[in-house]
């Protein structure tokens, strides 16, 4: 059976650690990585009767987006919930792990399924983060004797296979220029080409590859493995260049233009809210941002992407004049905008492990939040 760090591996190959934000505390928070699954639930927020939940339906790992232990705990003795759950998940070994931000910043991730929700067409990240990219370049010797082999695309190869190379939606991009390499093999060296002490001139081909940041080990292991020199000569460059596929909130088009009035509606039926805070609005709305959870913060990138919309939760008071009258706001609540993520953990367990194990949805209420409609 796979096992608690399998699990971990290939939610963090969706949604990296590197992504989450600096206050966050995502991944393995408690639990054995070396046992193996028996079940998992999945839950927008653990609280102890999730624990119990798991246990009784024969679940030893339990999948939130929300961390429980957000910051340090300086002593396990009850005396409040997330004590509480820590010590229940100890003492039952259920295994907790939580993607939080991570799964925010990612494409695929939490604002992909709530935009799916609400049909929205072409969505793209609506504040792509930078410092995300770096540049490898490296060089391959290129004499006619080892173009039967292809060394530069046997490099490529790894490269892209351990991360690199991809630009958004393209894949295996890189650029090749020919050039001359030299170099002088130096004493008890084992050159691949020349011989000691003696200078050699190599006709080489420049390689160079986008790879994000939190890869640069395994791209530059993968390098070492897949290039014939003994000493690889490269170098990594740390880009500014926005990550279009990571950064917070997403944008998108509805099919069709809607008043503002059927707009809300529309986030009513779809995302089964009660109720709905809004700012007035008098146009259609076409164009809609939105940011799953608490992204007030977000509002001003909502009006400099020509949003007509923007959906998302925990909106203060004061927060809902930053609308300018330029866009709707819409604060549907900070549950109910993320409601659907466990849709996100569900789909990337089963395409990972199929159904070896049983994977099933908290029928554990958690929302802290009631309506009196």
């Known amino acids: ?35 193996e ?26 999948v939130a987006h929300h961390p429980v232990i957000f910051r340090p705990l300086q002593r396990l003795t009850g005396a409040n919930e997330v004590e509480q759950t820590i010590m229940a998940a100890l003492k039952n070994d259920v295994a907790i792990y939580a993607a939080h931000t991570n799964l925010d910043n990612v494409r695929g991730g939490v604002n992909d399924k709530l935009a799916e929700k609400l049909g929205l067409t072409h969505p793209r990240t609506l504040a792509p983060q930078n410092g995300r990219l770096a540049r490898l370049t490296t060089y391959v010797p290129n004499r006619p004797e080892d173009q039967a082999a292809d060394l530069a695309s046997r490099v490529l190869g790894a490269l892209y296979a ?14 090749r220029a020919d050039g ?10 084992q050159p691949a080409i020349g011989q000691e002490n003696r200078p050699e001139t190599v006709p080489e081909t420049r390689l160079e590859v986008l790879l994000p940041l939190h890869r640069q080990a395994a791209v530059l292991g993968a390098l070492r493995q897949a290039h014939p020199y003994e000493e690889v000569a490269y170098e990594v460059v740390k880009l500014e260049n926005t990550h279009q596929d990571v950064g917070a909130g997403l944008v998108g088009e509805l099919p069709g233009p809607l008043a503002p009035a059927a707009f809300r509606a529309l986030l009513k039926e ?5 109720v709905v805070r809004f700012t007035a609005f008098e146009r259609e709305i076409k164009t809609v941002a939105l940011c799953g959870g608490a992204g007030a ?5 909502a009006r400099a992407a020509g949003a007509d919309a923007y959906v998302t939760g925990d909106v203060k008071y004061h927060e809902f004049f930053g609308a300018e009258g330029r866009l709707m706001l819409c604060d549907v609540g900070h549950f109910e905008s993320e409601q659907f993520t466990g849709e996100v953990f569900r789909d990337l367990l089963l395409a990972g492990f199929g159904r070896t194990f049983a994977v099933l949805f908290a029928e554990t209420p958690t929302n802290p939040v009631h309506y009196d409609c």
Do not use: H, K, W
Not at 165 to 170: D, I, K, L, T
Not at 270 to 274: D, E, S, Y
């Open 1 to 35: 059976m796979p096992t608690v760090q399998a699990l971990a591996q290939l939610l963090e190959a969706a949604a990296p650690l590197a992504y989450q934000e600096s206050y966050d505390n995502a991944g393995l928070q408690c639990g054995d990585p070396q046992a």
């Open 162 to 175: 351990a991360g690199a190379g991809q630009v958004g939606q393209y894949a295996a991009c890189s650029f």
């Open 270 to 274: 779809q995302l089964r809210v009660p």
């Open 37 to 62: 699954i028996t079940g998992v639930l999945i839950t927008l927020d653990c609280t102890p009767a999730v624990v119990a939940e798991a246990v009784r339906r024969g679940c030893n790992v339990v």
């Open 180 to 189: 001359l390499g030299t170099f002088t093999p130096g004493a008890g060296t």
């Open 297 to 301: 913060f977000l509002i001003g990138a």
